[in-house]
């Protein structure tokens, strides 16, 4: 048995992140009275019927660039959980040493002596005089998330874990009807951001997210991250201070996508003179993806003279072809308008026509569509209007190769397969594109010829001199008969 010591706490500055976590953890929901009301704990029953309700969101999950003070957030919601009586909680890292140096040194500073009944160095067990239990565990094994039932889970850093951590340890949530929040910097489209971040975006029952940068901390300086930004790489830099959803190892388009992205009106006008109109003589594309078990989806591009221009999206469910059907032609808005589609897809062709939409049909070859959307971005010739286009952006930004191995005898397959996730809109840019088939011409001369008139004058004649030679030669193989080269 150790004695607990609890060191001086850091300030604290209110943080609009931070508090709208805490009231988000504190809604409940009163079955009896049918209201909803925000718990001061240890008080959690409804004021006007003085039943437990339950809670609101059981999945809070806060995605953070560092130094923002995430932990703060995981440590303030553990210690008010553990006011109430009686409960038993688990504060949890990714290893040891982070479990030592920035979970428990958290509680530290929030729990002082008065609350403790004992503290257990060697099993990591902090019992409070009010009867509750808060245990620190380490997860560098998912096995180490068995055990007791529990009323809150609080893991730090959990992209660093695997999703099959947490099915492990959520199974001590049930009984006892607890909440789990999870705070970590993130690590692109993880199972972080498709489990716990993404329903949350999706409006979920029972989830809570947001996402904090770096700056949001009082305490952090912009001069302080401008001298950071200068000395990393980018797609590092978003990650870990931006808290951005970076691409990583396996995605299709990597970062060639980012610098093709139009955020401001300006940027805009430089590829679309008219901006914010758009010219009716324009040619307009649609690529569209069917489907009866994911979303119908579609994107419109525009061709301009320098490339081609992502400008609206369409991305819906459970809706009938005439609806569908409706929206394609308020999302193309124009005379001029090409379609295209899977050459697969039969019987969707068929009903769209019944509406007067007739579609292209395009190369379904994901590998050939997906490199011919990536010479297009290479060249700096496709473009995404980020307020006009942010499904398409986000899925493309995720879409990635799958494994390469077959989960039926663990072979590898002979032909590249993409993930089949949220892929509709990336399907329907692939289609669009296969079916344009040239970049616009350059407007940068491909073999330009060094400006000679900084050299001496003998230099530059004598190089003029090789030059009018070469181009002699060159005219003189251009016209000459090879059919007189073979008979000789």
């Not at 529990?150 to 099915?167: A, G, P």
């Not at 951001?193 to 029972?206: I, Q, R, V």
């Not at 009716?280 to 301009?304: C, E, M, N, Y």
């Amino acid at each position: 048995m150790a004695k607990w010591n609890p060191i001086p706490a850091e300030p604290l500055f209110f943080q609009p992140h931070q508090d709208a976590f805490l009231k988000a953890r504190r809604l409940r929901h009163c079955k009896v009275c049918k209201s909803e009301y925000s718990v001061t704990p240890p008080n959690i029953v409804c004021p006007i019927c003085n039943t437990v309700g339950n809670r609101k969101f059981d999945r809070l999950t806060i995605i953070a660039g560092r130094r923002f003070g995430k932990s703060r957030f995981g440590s303030i919601a553990g210690a008010e959980e553990a006011t109430i009586p009686n409960t038993i909680g688990w504060a949890c890292a990714p290893s040891n040493p982070k479990l030592e140096r920035y979970v428990i040194p958290a509680f530290q500073q929030l729990i002082p002596t008065q609350w403790v009944e004992s503290y257990n160095s060697e099993f990591k067990d902090l019992r409070l005089k009010n009867g509750s239990l808060i245990h620190f565990q380490t997860l560098e094994d998912p096995d180490q998330g068995r055990g007791q039932g529990l009323d809150w889970l609080w893991i730090d850093e959990v992209c660093e874990l695997t999703e099959m951590h947490w099915n492990v340890i959520r199974p001590s949530l049930i009984d006892r009807k607890g909440v789990a929040f999870f705070t970590t910097s993130p690590r692109s489209y993880d199972w972080v951001y498709e489990k716990l971040y993404k329903p949350a975006e999706d409006e979920e029952p029972g989830y809570w997210a947001c996402r904090a940068q770096t700056r949001d901390n009082p305490k952090i300086t912009q001069d302080e991250l401008d001298r950071e930004k200068a000395q990393m790489p980018d797609a590092m830099y978003r990650q870990e201070y931006e808290a951005d959803f970076v691409t990583f190892t396996g995605a299709v388009y990597g970062d060639i996508l980012v610098p093709q992205i139009l955020r401001t009106d300006g940027e805009i006008k430089l590829i679309i003179p008219e901006w914010p109109e758009i010219a009716d003589w324009r040619q307009v594309l649609i690529g569209i993806d069917t489907g009866a078990d994911h979303p119908f989806g579609a994107v419109k591009l525009i061709s301009t003279e320098k490339g081609l221009v992502v400008v609206g999206e369409y991305l819906e469910r459970h809706k009938s072809f005439i609806e569908h059907a409706a929206a394609m032609k308020r999302l193309g808005n124009s005379s001029n308008i090409k379609w295209a589609i899977n050459r697969n897809e039969r019987q969707p062709m068929i009903e769209l026509a019944q509406h007067q939409i007739f579609c292209q049909k395009a190369e379904n070859d994901v590998v050939a569509g997906t490199e011919r959307v990536k010479t297009w971005l290479h060249n700096h010739k496709l473009w995404f209007i980020e307020s006009k286009c942010p499904l398409t952006i986000k899925q493309m930004k995720a879409y990635r190769w799958a494994e390469n191995v077959s989960p039926k005898d663990g072979q590898s397959r002979l032909k590249e397969k993409v993930y089949k996730k949220d892929d509709e809109l990336p399907d329907c840019l692939r289609y669009s594109v296969i079916t344009w088939h040239q970049l616009p011409k350059t407007e940068i001369d491909p073999n330009p010829q060094r400006d000679l008139s900084a050299l001496p004058t003998d230099v530059r004649a004598t190089i003029e001199r090789v030059r009018r030679v070469e181009d002699r030669e060159k005219k003189k193989d251009e016209t000459q008969d090879v059919t007189l080269d073979f008979w000789t």
